[in-house]
Structure formats: structure tokens, C-alpha cells
């Protein structure tokens, strides 16, 4: 049951292109995975080509349903997502205020989920220190703060190395980590505060994205980054950062050959 939180104090930095690609990366891997979107912008969901026009999700009836788990579709062998959906304004609202006044308003719309023993659910989150951010991150066994190789986002780290930004864990073998993406090395500015990151954040550091056009294109085509652009420098790093993944959660890596699961609940 792994709950990885991809998060970030930024908006824009590729939170929800790291947990989509971190999960088609540990899907093909043999995991079986689930990603789950805690954004009202509802965009996880066009990674993995589910229609523009299908607003299903799980946000809009999240307050009178105790488990979400009948909105999931699958999204691919071994993956699935859990869309945010279309919401009202009031829906929205009513969602963000059981997020900050039920404590246990996650885990019990996940309950089924997270009760599956073989499967790694991957929270994608919205920008900054949130309601949503704020339920869920002591739940977490993992935590992927996703920064940009520029100014903005090393002007954060400090609040972050605080726990100004996500609260201390409690459990002791929970860490914070980070990615640090649109790395670009021939810029002057982005590879020098991609080499600050490396020696600051040492081995909390799961990996480097490069800045790579075939990100926007894989994003864009609703596709993995692996699959539009297998050879590229970000599948590359893709790949560096799931196996990174997998080792610290201490997940079975398969073979790479697929196990087409049918279902959330099969084996
Ligand atoms: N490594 C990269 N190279 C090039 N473009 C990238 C890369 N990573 C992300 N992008 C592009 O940056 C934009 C923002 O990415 P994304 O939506 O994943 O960020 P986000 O942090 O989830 O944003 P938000 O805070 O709005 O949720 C997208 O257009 C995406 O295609
Ligand atoms: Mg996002």
C-alpha cells in the first residue's frame, strides 16, 4: 500500500508530470499503481489519455460516498487513476473543508485502496501548503517535493528544510525527498543551481529532469515520456528516479514484462 505524495510549495515545476511518469515508470516495472488527483485543475487525468470531454472523478461526490474507489479507471496495464473530476464551486468547497475539519477524510475514501497490499498509490497535489497537502502528508510513507533548477524554487528550499512547507514526519523512516526538474545544462544559471541542489540535498535527492521538449510532447500526447521518447535525456531520468522509488519503498521490481491487472483488487 505505499502512499507517495508528489508535492511542492511551486505551481508549475511538473508535480503531476513526475507522478504521472513516476507511476507509468513503476507500472511497467511490475508494480501495480494508482494515482490519485488531489488538484481541482483536474489535469492528471490527460496523462493518461482519458478523454477531455470525461469529467468522472471522485471530488464531486467525495462528501456523502465513503469510498471512491467506484470512480478509478484503468489506465493501462498494472495503472490506474483516480480523477479529481468536474466540480461545482460549492462541491470544491465542501471538499477542502472535510479536508481540514474530518481527520481521517482521506483514508477513509482510500480505505479499500490502501488496503490492497501490492499497490503503490501516488498522490499528485496542488501547489503549495494546502488543505488537501495538509491531510495527507503525515500519512504518507514518502514525500517527493518537486523543485525547478531555477531562482524561484531555490529561494524556497530553506522554508522547506524548516518544515515550513511539509511538517516534520512522524514516522521516523518517512523522508522527504526531491526532484529537481527542467534542469538545463547549458545554461549557465540552471546548472549551477542544479549542482547547488545536488551537494545540498545529497542522497534526498532522487534525481535530475532535463529539460526536454519530448516532456511537453509526451504531456501533450497523454502518453509516458518512456513511450514518446524512449531514448530521450528525461525518460533517462525518469527511469533513474522509479528505480530509486522502488528501491527506498522496497517494492518487487518485475522483469519489465507486464502483468495486465485486470482489476484494482486482482493479483
Ligand atoms: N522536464 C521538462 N521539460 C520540459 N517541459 C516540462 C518538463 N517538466 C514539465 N514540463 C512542462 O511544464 C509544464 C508544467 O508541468 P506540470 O503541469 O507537470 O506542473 P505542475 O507542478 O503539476 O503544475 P501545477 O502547479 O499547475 O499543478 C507543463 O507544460 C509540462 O509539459
Ligand atoms: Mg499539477
Redesign the pocket.
Known amino acids: 500500500m505505499p502512499l507517495v505524495c508528489v508535492c ?1 510549495p511551486k ?8 507522478a504521472a511518469n513516476l507511476a507509468y515508470a513503476l507500472a511497467r516495472s511490475g508494480s501495480k499503481v494508482l494515482v490519485v488527483d488531489f ?1 481541482s ?1 483536474n ?1 492528471l487525468r490527460l496523462h493518461f489519455g482519458v478523454p477531455i470531454a470525461d469529467n468522472r472523478g471522485f471530488v464531486a461526490q467525495s462528501d456523502t460516498l465513503s469510498d471512491w474507489s467506484q470512480f478509478i479507471l484503468k489506465a493501462g496495464p498494472n495503472l490506474f487513476v483516480l480523477p479529481y473530476g468536474e466540480v461545482t464551486e460549492e462541491e470544491r468547497l465542501i471538499f477542502e473543508d472535510n479536508l481540514m475539519n474530518e481527520p481521517m477524510f482521506i483514508q477513509r475514501g482510500l480505505s479499500a485502496v490502501l488496503k490492497v497490499p501490492d499497490l503503490v498509490v501516488i498522490a ?1 497535489m ?2 503549495g501548503r494546502n488543505a488537501a497537502l495538509k491531510a495527507i502528508e503525515a500519512a504518507a510513507d514518502m514525500r517527493i517535493v ?1 523543485l525547478m533548477a531555477d531562482a524561484a524554487s531555490l529561494s524556497l528550499l530553506p522554508l522547506i528544510e524548516q518544515h515550513k512547507f511539509l511538517n516534520k514526519p512522524h514516522n521516523h523512516s518517512a523522508e522527504d525527498y526531491y526532484v529537481v ?2 534542469s538545463d545544462m547549458r545554461r549557465t544559471l540552471s546548472r549551477d543551481i542544479t549542482h547547488f541542489f545536488e551537494q545540498r540535498l545529497q542522497n534526498k535527492l532522487l534525481g535530475t ?5 519530448c ?2 510532447e509526451a ?1 501533450a500526447s497523454q502518453r509516458a515520456i518512456m513511450d514518446i521518447s524512449p531514448v530521450s535525456a ?1 525518460a533517462f531520468d525518469v527511469d533513474h528516479i522509479s528505480k530509486k522509488v522502488a528501491i527506498i519503498l522496497g517494492l518487487n521490481v518485475g522483469d519489465g514484462s507486464y502483468h495486465h491487472t485486470a482489476s484494482i483488487y486482482s493479483s
Open positions: 511542492s505551481g508549475g515545476v511538473g508535480k503531476t508530470t513526475v488538484d485543475q489535469a499528485d496542488p501547489p518537486v526538474n527542467q529532469i532535463h529539460r526536454d521538449e516532456v511537453a504531456n528525461a
